[in-house]
Structures are given as C-alpha cells and as structure tokens.
C-alpha cells in the first residue's frame, strides 16, 4: 500500500452514511472530511448515537459510504467490489472489538493463528512462530495454550490485539476496547497503543472516554453524524501558517 510522503494514509472527503429505515432516511454520517497519517493514533469521541461506529465500518470497508470518497492508502474503498473489500480489508486493517470476539472454542495461539490461516499469510510452522511472538508482544504468551474463559478481561483484549496484528496490516482500529474493562486495564490496553504506533502502526480508536485524549496524538470529535472539532486538522492549519519577517 503506498502513498506520498505527506498524503494522508486515511482520507475521507465529503463522505455520508444515509440508511433506510421504516421510518424513513436517517442520516448517520454527513459531510465527513477527515485526514489521518501514517504513524498517528487518533481517537475519535463522541456519545452513543454520533456515529462513530458508523465512520469505523466505512473506514474498514466494513459499510459503504453513500455519498462522497473514502480512500486509504492508494485504494479507493468506494470503487471495490465485495470481494476485493474483503480481500483488501484482511491485508489491511486489523480490527480490535469491545467484548474481544475470541472463538470460545479454540486456544489463544490458535485464535491469533486463525486470521493468518484465512488471509494465506504465512504457512505451518511460521505461523505458530508469529503468533508466539505476538502473544509475548502483549505480554501473554504464557497464556498461549489456554481457552479464552481461562482469561481476564484485560488478558482476553491482549490476545484480540494480537490477533487483530496477525497479518501485519498497516491499520490498526480498535471500537470502544476499553469499554468493558476497569481504568487500570485501561491504561495498560492505551499504553499498549502507544507502544504499537511507536513501532509504526497507525491506530484509529473510537471511544466515549474524553480522557483517551491523553494517549492519542489528534482526536476527532463526533455529534449527531458531523464532526465539530479535529485537533489533526488544526494542528495542519498552525503548520501552515508562517512566522512573520522581522
């Protein structure tokens, strides 16, 4: 996936998200220009109903924006078929969800193993070998043989975060992964990003908790389907502006 040195690694432009209810249209996203680099963890807050989940699926390719452009790295989302978003989005983005998503019936090596099985990415034994190093990545690989109920919370959203980087995509996004765990979990899970984007992961995480802002390097904030504030393209416009001659 490439793109420019200073083009955004995920950029929307005028994008929407209308749904057919019922009741009629509802406007889930409108109007939506947003920018995120290589290299940044963004957040993206707001409260229940703003539409966050809803800008998280059309970044992932997950849903289709009814209107406008999506585009991440070289490849623009809007003009892929189902098939070559799906192929896309296995190379690309690793999702980590709020209630983990581990099959309850496999072991944790083997749940982190699983997206590489789907994806082809890698084979036999290497698999094994990269899952390991992903456990021990998060702190749990002595764990690796245990059935997920075995688990905490906060050890369960470990072993998600490894799998979600199963196939070494570019994007990390991550809904609400605090949401169901203690303010110490917490902040080991946010230190845990950090540490990620440290090494070169992109992170997007969505979340309801104004104090993520202390972690992310920008942050996004939602209302009623719009964004009222975006401290990434603030930061662009003071970049811009040049000191004046003395």
């Not at 939506?32 to 809803?54: D, E, P, R, Y």
Request: negative net charge; contains cysteine.
């Amino acid at each position: 996936m490439e793109n420019g040195k200073n083009s955004p690694l995920i950029e929307l432009r005028d994008a929407g998200k209308t749904y057919q209810t019922s009741a009629g249209e509802f406007v889930a996203l409108k109007d939506i220009n947003l920018a995120i680099h290589a290299g940044q963890f963004a957040a993206v807050i707001g409260k229940s109903g703003s539409g966050k989940s809803t800008l998280l699926n059309l970044i992932t390719g997950i849903d289709r924006a009814t209107q406008g452009e999506v585009i991440v790295g070289d490849t623009a989302l809007h003009s892929l078929s189902e098939n070559q978003l799906a192929i896309w989005r296995g190379r690309t983005v690793g999702v980590v969800f709020q209630f983990f998503q581990l099959l309850p019936t496999l072991t944790v090596i083997e749940n982190v193993m699983l997206p590489m099985d789907f994806g082809g990415f890698l084979s036999g034994q290497k698999r094994k070998a990269r899952a390991l190093e992903l456990l021990d990545s998060v702190g749990i690989v002595d764990h690796a043989h245990k059935l997920p109920h075995a688990l905490s919370g906060g050890q369960q959203q470990r072993v998600a975060i490894a799998r979600a980087l199963a196939n070494d995509p570019a994007i990390l996004v991550a809904d609400e992964p605090t949401g169901n765990l203690d303010s110490h979990t917490s902040e080991a899970i946010f230190a845990l990003f950090s540490s990620l984007v440290e090494s070169g992961k992109t992170i997007l995480m969505v979340t309801h908790e104004q104090d993520v802002a202390a972690w992310a390097k920008c942050t996004i904030t939602l209302e009623d389907g719009a964004v009222i504030s975006d401290s990434a393209l603030q930061m662009e416009l003071r970049s811009d502006v040049q000191p004046a001659l003395a």
